[in-house]
């Protein structure tokens, strides 16, 4: 199984049909809605959050969100890190977990780095900002980035780690006042720190660590309220572990009903010709745990330099992954497909002054997309652009997601262009005639080539496709033609 060491910001551009590491390669669900403001979540949450989010409504009424000034805003964003890796991360699960929100229904809406970042940043699908696979970073309008909104309003901003794969190294990252911006690597890595690029020695995610240390310190003396997004490598390919971590031992994993599956007959091509195994899963997680310990000490150090600073109770810090990863699921060990491990992601949320400190457990379905109007919904801002996500302070509840993702380049093989309908019950997704050039443009005739379905309830490793070999009235029982009706809406909304 070959590997992407990727040493440069460019390098997670090509295609691998074969399945590898390299598949980082390319590339709707709600319409755009505005995020419910601080003060209309006081208002109307209330009575909403009774039925819709009993926990939190109990957190927020006990510490009213309106209680707190603008908060301080930590959002931790790793890489490449799926669901089902909480054994690396004991004091960020006992500090944001246990004692914030768990959301254990976390997607991202493109399971590929630079379009679910720039959903992050944006609150957007990727078909509405326009990053569409990862060679195409400068398509976002930076106008409608969550740290435009927070520096207008007054926030001092940073930037520590990864920013987006294809951005020039040398290109200051927009409206961000201090930031060192990493070109992907584990050891030895380059960086921009402030306008000047330059190599630091050491491990990245240590440097990204002591770089949030002293950002957070100025507090001391800097009575502006604060963004920081933080973002390691951890846990992307080449996975390389900190010293003290190379030989850790991890947990034993035997894989799940979707590793490797060997029927896939009702499958697409790619996945029919997918070569992972259950071995090369078993690799892929123990050193993406390895990698993972190093951000658990970076969170614990956040926490207590916050904890010093008495900034704890009114900072909001957000926890989720850019995307999944598959172990092996389906013969695939990499992301960028419609299948649960690659789009579902550990997502964790606190803010102590504004309820959010009881440990609670949120079912709904929520996305990267959330992020930005969560964010805004906190600090009392009011973007001018449209967004798709919707503040997770509110009550809101979506049925359902719009999980996307585009092929780059017109060479054979590979994943296709995808959409998907993703609900907590049943996953609908079609394949098309559609490619993506490097600047995220679009062609093709969109003609569908392939759809699958899943009864999630009774098939949660997504193994029996209940359209392959379906008749018409099959697909009027399962309910596809309003399906394809409501995603077909979802991606052009």
């Not at 809605?33 to 003060?39: F, I, L, T």
């Not at 890489?79 to 944001?96: G, V």
């Not at 992307?236 to 490797?260: I, L």
């Not at 009864?455 to 997504?462: A, C, E, F, I």
Request: charged fraction near 20%; include cysteine; charge should be negative.
């Amino acid at each position: 199984m070959s590997e992407n060491s990727e040493n440069s910001e460019n390098s997670e551009n090509s295609e691998n049909s074969k399945n590898s590491e390299n598949s980082e390669n390319t590339e709707n669900t709600e319409n755009r809605r505005h995020p419910v403001s601080r003060r209309g979540f006081l208002g109307a949450a209330a009575a909403a959050a009774a039925t819709a989010v009993p926990v939190l409504a109990q957190a927020a009424g006990a510490t009213p969100a309106a209680a707190a000034g603008r908060p301080n805003i930590l959002l931790i964003v790793t890489d490449d890190q799926p669901k089902h890796t909480e054994w690396a991360l004991p004091k960020t699960i006992a500090w944001l977990a246990d004692q914030g929100v768990k959301f254990t229904n976390g997607h991202v809406a493109t399971p590929l780095c630079a379009p679910s970042r720039s959903s992050v940043f944006s609150g957007r699908q990727a078909h509405n900002h326009g990053v569409r696979n990862n060679q195409s970073p400068y398509a976002l309008d930076q106008s409608t980035t969550v740290q435009k909104y927070l520096k207008d309003a007054g926030y001092r901003t940073g930037l520590f780690g990864k920013y987006l794969n294809s951005w020039a190294l040398a290109d200051n990252p927009p409206h961000f006042e201090e930031f060192a911006l990493l070109r992907p690597g584990y050891v030895d890595a380059q960086w921009n720190v402030n306008g000047t690029v330059q190599t630091i020695n050491g491990y990245t995610t240590d440097i990204i660590k002591n770089r949030t240390l002293n950002f957070l310190q100025k507090a001391a003396t800097d009575t502006r309220p604060w963004f920081a997004y933080v973002t390691p490598y951890a846990s992307h390919g080449p996975r390389t572990p900190e010293a003290k971590y190379a030989d850790t031992p991890v947990p034993d994993w035997s894989g799940r009903p979707s590793v490797p599956e060997n029927d896939r007959s009702d499958k697409p091509a790619y996945i029919k010709n997918a070569t992972g195994t259950l071995a090369d899963g078993q690799t892929i997680r123990a050193e993406q745990l390895r990698t993972l310990l190093s951000v658990d000490d970076a969170v614990q150090a956040f926490k207590d330099k916050l904890q010093a600073l008495g900034q704890l109770d009114n900072t909001l810090v957000i926890y989720i992954g850019d995307n999944g990863f598959s172990w092996g699921d389906h013969g695939w060990t990499a992301k960028s497909v419609p299948y649960r491990p690659a789009h579902e992601v550990p997502f964790y949320l606190s803010w102590p002054a504004g309820g959010r400190a009881a440990g609670s457990v949120d079912h709904r379905i929520v996305a990267n997309i959330d992020i930005a109007p969560t964010i805004l919904d906190a600090a009392g801002i009011t973007p001018a652009a449209a967004q798709d996500g919707r503040s997770l302070l509110s009550a809101y509840s979506r049925d359902h997601l719009l999980v996307e993702w585009w092929k780059q380049g017109t060479a054979a093989g590979g994943v296709p262009t995808w959409s998907s309908y993703v609900a907590k019950d049943e996953q609908y997704t079609e394949y098309y005639d559609l490619t993506t050039d490097a600047n995220g443009t679009v062609s093709g005739t969109g003609q569908v080539k392939f759809r699958e379905y899943y009864d999630l309830v009774n098939d949660p490793h997504q193994l029996a496709n209940k359209l392959h070999q379906a008749t018409p009235a099959d697909e009027q029982a399962l309910g596809i033609p309003a399906l394809a009706a409501r995603l077909a809406a979802d991606r052009v909304a």
